[in-house]
């Protein structure tokens, strides 16, 4: 069992930063690939951006490549999600997630623990 917390959300005007932290607990935060993914009202959740065990691959979704970095610090059980140039379709609930896999992967099926999300809001 792994369990996450996310904190870091808040609200931001369009072209602001956030970093979000996830604290992992339970087992061996290393073991897993971990990942972020956003819900707007209304819409269905989706991938944002994952990082290998090692830190060494990340994989971002299109729309947050070059503005959102991924990053993990696996002796602080801890991964981060910045987000900078933020835009007002940024706004989501904002999970993170656990996947007992060796590479990256990008579906929530494929994750096995998440945390309860932290709101993000990007004001015009």
């Known amino acids: 069992q792994v369990q996450l917390v996310e904190s870091g959300g808040g609200l931001v005007q369009a072209g602001g930063s956030l970093r979000l932290s996830c604290a992992a607990s339970g087992r061996t935060f290393s073991n897993y690939v971990m990942g972020w993914f956003r819900q707007a009202p209304g819409k269905e959740r989706k991938f944002v951006g994952g990082?290998?065990?090692?830190?060494?691959?990340?994989v971002y979704e299109d729309s947050v490549k070059g503005r959102f970095t991924i990053s993990r610090d696996n002796a602080k059980n801890t991964v981060y999600l910045q987000m900078n140039s933020l835009k007002p379709e940024d706004t989501a609930v904002y999970y993170c997630a656990a996947a007992n896999r060796i590479a990256v992967v990008t579906t929530s099926d494929e994750y096995h623990y998440w945390g309860q999300g932290t709101q993000v809001t990007v004001s015009s």
């Open positions: 990082i290998s065990w090692s830190g060494g691959r990340t």
